[in-house]
């Protein structure tokens, strides 16, 4: 078989190649996808007790028209739309997000500590090397102290001196010395930085229905349960699990790069080998605790730097659609994500045992909520996030000029290996671009290589 367009994974990224290659009037397309099922890890799953779980904390909001449009084609009314409220569990209550611009929710001897890190001569002048040094440079060392760096180490379960910096763009809230000084005295809050202050949500399905419509838009390219365990760059094809040989005339990649590059493609030249080795990821545990009865809390997600619970960000899901809980209207959802590494290790035997203690830790749940668990659901997840590390960019610019010059192209989550162009819209966008590129010689903008 030969196809014009043959793309690895139907998530996102693949999706919105597709999609927009359909829109173009292309027909010459396949989608390989080793699921049953199309979405990636924008999937949601359906637990035996009803609830409704995503793999992470996804919600909908966008940088681009083309993204909205399809939401709206795909969605119709069957959304609801949401004022992000969040917040920060520190010493024992709730500090507003973004946590540097609300510092005065902490104890006053905390808040002193912090700000007279920042004051003029207190932080580093040195041009910061890594991602630890910046965060100094940035907020001095009280907000380092007391957040960045413990929950940054939650996060990405990877020191932040191994990380660079130039990845963070509007993923994080910078300090403004003034605006912390004027909300402490004048007691002010500041809640929406940010660009998802506003977002949406499927009223049904979770997450997983906006990818389950797309997949089944494009039904007739897309095939399920079909792994890919080899690729020749050469003769321009790849080999399934199941023995049949595809050829294509441009390639593109969604999965793993490090993945596609030392494993699919299996290339001996030992320059790009060291290249995909020295991309990093961590890994997430999802955990899903379903709970019967309500509490009256708006709260979208919440952040954990303390070591006083296992996950850094739980999701009151129950608030982005009351239909991904399993009473709806009277239970909860509460979607909890930890990470691991190499440099964080978590036993994954105990680890729902200890999210739920660290739940109640944290005042999510009471010991009367413990007796009325009516759900309880995990998922690890191998590649949680990429992780922006010192190596990364030089790695990037070796293999993807080199990939290109075979004609096979690698963008997404994983592919691209860019969490600043991961979000959801990033994701769709950058099989958008890729496909506009190959049929109207666009310029892509949403993924380049730094």
């Known amino acids: 078989m030969h196809v014009k367009y043959l793309i690895i994974g139907a998530g996102p990224t693949g999706l919105g190649a597709g999609h927009r290659l359909r829109e173009l009037g292309e027909t010459s397309i396949l989608l390989l996808e080793r699921n049953a099922y199309t979405g990636g890890l924008a999937t949601s799953f359906k637990d035996s007790a009803g609830f409704t779980w995503d793999l992470g904390g996804h919600v909908v909001f966008s940088h681009y028209g083309y993204f909205d449009r399809l939401i709206e084609d795909l969605l119709g009314d069957q959304y609801l739309e949401h004022q992000r409220i969040a917040a920060v569990r520190m010493f024992e209550r709730w500090v507003p997000y973004p946590f540097q611009n609300n510092l005065r929710y902490l104890p006053k ?13 207190r932080r580093p002048e040195a041009h910061p090397t890594n991602f630890r040094e910046w965060i100094e440079v940035v907020f001095g060392a009280g907000i380092a102290k007391y957040f960045m760096v413990p929950y940054n180490f939650k ?6 001196e191994k990380m660079a910096y130039n990845w963070i763009g509007e993923r994080v809230s910078v300090v ?24 949406r949500f499927p009223l049904f399905g979770g997450t997983g229905e906006i990818f389950n419509r797309m997949g089944d838009r494009l039904n007739d390219f897309v095939r399920r349960n079909t792994d890919v365990v080899a690729v020749d760059p050469v003769a321009k094809s790849v080999r399934t699990a199941d023995g049949e040989t595809i050829t294509y005339d ?37 955990a899903g605790v379903g ?3 309500m509490r009256d809390d708006p709260t979208c997600w919440m952040y954990f730097p303390e070591n006083n619970s296992p996950f850094y960000r739980v999701t009151n899901f129950h608030n982005y659609s009351p239909n991904n809980a399993g009473k709806p ?15 964080k290790h978590e036993d994954l035997s105990t680890l729902m045992e200890t999210t739920v203690q660290g739940l109640v830790n944290t005042a999510l749940m009471d010991e009367n909520d ?43 989550r994983f592919g691209g290996w860019q969490y600043e162009a991961a979000n959801m819209d990033h994701s769709v966008m950058q099989g958008v671009e890729w496909a506009e590129r190959m049929v109207q010689g666009k310029a ?7």
């Open 176 to 199: 403004d010395l003034e605006m912390v000084l004027k909300n402490l005295v004048l007691e002010l809050d500041n809640k929406s930085w940010g660009p998802n202050n506003v977002f």
């Open 109 to 121: 001897e905390v808040q002193w500590e912090i700000v007279e890190a920042m004051l003029p001569g």
């Open 250 to 286: 441009n390639l593109l990649n969604t999965g793993p790069l490090d993945l596609f590059v030392l494993n699919s493609i299996n290339t001996s030249n030992e320059t790009l080998r060291a290249a995909a080795a020295n991309l990093t990821h961590n890994s997430v545990y999802v």
């Open 370 to 412: 413990r007796r009325n668990i009516l759900s309880t659901w995990s998922y690890p997840l191998d590649y949680g996030y990429p992780v922006p590390t010192l190596e990364r960019d030089p790695a990037l610019r070796v293999l993807q000029p080199w990939l290109e010059s075979c004609q096979i192209y690698s963008r997404g």
């Open 444 to 450: 892509e903008t949403t993924y380049v290589v730094k």
């Open 329 to 343: 209207g009277a239970s909860r959802a509460l979607m909890c994500e930890v990470s691991y590494s190499e440099h």
């Open 155 to 160: 996060v990405w379960a990877t020191p932040a």
């Open 291 to 293: 709970v019967d009865g």
